[in-house]
């Protein structure tokens, strides 16, 4: 029963990640129709397409209040409502600054999720499965994003209006997700720490493993009181959690810095810049869909085994080679040179298979190991501070990207993500810890 009422409920809350990874992806389809449709200057264009990054950044910053104060189910109600209010009202804004409002709001609800749902999961998963448990909200963004531009490919025939039905969609999917919630547990932890309620919270360790849910209980009160009287303990930033920080810190910024937010929102563009069609740029954007939604399947089935550690060194080396081939590519074909290297479909294969070295790695990893490093009394604020370095890197090379393709070249470019993934090679090498088969607990202490 146990691990069966875990995956079940893992599964409602990775529903979070697909709307999340939807929420991200669908504008891309949309974007061009909605410049036409408000004749928006290039400004206004690029602030429509910021909007919602913005809101991510609002969303990862207070998501622990709630998270905290509330409790993970409660929030996640309001995670679910925001998503299903944003798409109904971009679908039917007539106004530009409403359909921002709106816009933002989605934002919102991406950010909050990425702080609420890796956490609600890892605190219910038993430590031999948490990897895949937790996983299973990256695969579901990915999914996310593969739908998004499936059913943009699909949805874009259908008229002028076509950019509502892309955009409205979504509530189907969000209004599901809110009713699914019902059906979930408070988180254990959470009840323990933050309402001192022992008798729930055993009732629902019983359903997750009745074998050892009193001795898991009795590990998560021995260390709450251990930390009663500790100064400044609820402080994120007290010197006792700098290793954490930093940990979580340079995750979120290398994934940022390997150049993925990049690939996502501007694939299209980035293939025509390679010399493709604007038909042949759509059909590659769905390969990369599909590439990122494979390789995540494939990794969850190795995080759990191999380890979180092992799995960012051999992404890490591949990272390294496919982007230093695309910016060899680049650099190539604006220095006029011809040849396989410099053709459209040389440089669409590099970027799969930076795409496969990616979702393998840090793509499966980040929201996992975020949720694992930091102690149970500032958990919720630690994944938010991830978060929130995740989405201000993100809007910085989103913002960035069209500037450096346009000053530096394509070459130039990726050479820049060629330099941090060198980096955080070394990173993993000398610093990050393996978490792999460790309670919560038992990683509080060695990390700290």
Not at 2 to 30: C, M, P, Q
Not at 283 to 303: D, K, P, Q, W, Y
Not at 412 to 436: A, H
């Amino acid at each position: 029963m146990g691990r069966n009422s875990v995956i079940g409920w893992s599964l409602i809350i990775a529903l979070g990640g697909f709307l999340f990874g939807f929420d991200t992806a669908v504008i891309s389809g949309a974007e061009r129709a909605i410049q036409d449709y408000w004749s928006l200057s290039p400004f206004e264009h690029g602030f429509t397409m910021a909007i919602a990054l913005i809101g991510t950044i609002v969303g990862a910053a207070i998501g622990a209040y709630p998270s905290d104060r509330w409790g993970r189910k409660k929030t996640l109600f309001l995670v679910a409502a925001l998503y299903f209010f944003s798409a109904i009202g971009t679908a039917l804004a007539m106004d530009w600054p409403v359909f921002m409002i709106f816009r933002f709001l989605g934002g919102i609800g991406v950010g909050a999720s990425s702080v609420i749902a890796p956490i609600y999961i890892s605190e219910i998963s038993p430590a031999k499965s948490r990897g895949k448990l937790v996983g299973l909200f990256q695969f579901n963004i990915v999914l996310g994003i593969l739908i998004a531009y499936l059913s943009n490919y699909f949805i874009g025939s259908w008229g002028e209006d076509s950019w509502r039905w892309m955009l409205g969609v979504q509530a189907f999917p969000a209004f599901i997700f809110y009713i699914l919630i019902y059906f979930i547990p408070e988180s254990p932890r959470w009840l323990l720490l933050q309402r001192n309620d022992r008798a729930k919270a055993e009732e629902i360790l019983f359903k997750i493993d009745q074998g050892n849910y009193m001795d898991e209980a009795d590990a998560i009160v021995r260390d709450r009181d251990s930390n009663a009287n500790v100064e400044n303990k609820h402080s994120l930033f007290a010197k006792k959690h700098s290793k954490p920080l930093m940990l979580a810190f340079l995750i979120a910024v290398f994934n940022q810095f390997a150049g993925i937010n990049a690939i996502i929102y501007y694939a299209p563009r980035v293939f025509e810049l390679a010399g493709l069609g604007v038909q042949s740029s759509l059909l590659s954007t769905v390969g990369i869909g599909l590439v990122n939604f494979m390789f995540t399947l494939i990794a969850l089935n190795f995080i759990d085994r191999v380890g979180r550690r092992t799995l960012m060194l051999i992404g890490s080396f591949g990272l390294i080679a496919s982007l230093a081939m695309v910016s060899y590519s680049f650099y190539m074909l604006d220095n006029g040179t011809t040849g396989f290297f410099t053709t459209g479909l040389a440089i669409t294969i590099y970027l799969m298979i930076y795409i496969a070295f990616f979702a393998f790695s840090q793509g499966a990893v980040i929201w996992v190991f975020i949720s694992e490093v930091f102690p149970n009394e500032v958990r919720a604020k630690g994944q938010t501070f991830g978060s929130l370095t995740h989405w201000v890197m993100a809007a910085l090379i989103t913002f960035s990207f069209p500037m450096l393709t346009s000053y530096l070249g394509g070459g130039s470019t990726f050479l820049v993500f060629v330099g941090f993934m060198v980096l955080q090679l070394l990173f993993v090498w000398k610093m990050m810890p393996e978490t792999k088969g460790k309670s919560l607990e038992q990683i509080e202490g060695s990390v700290l």
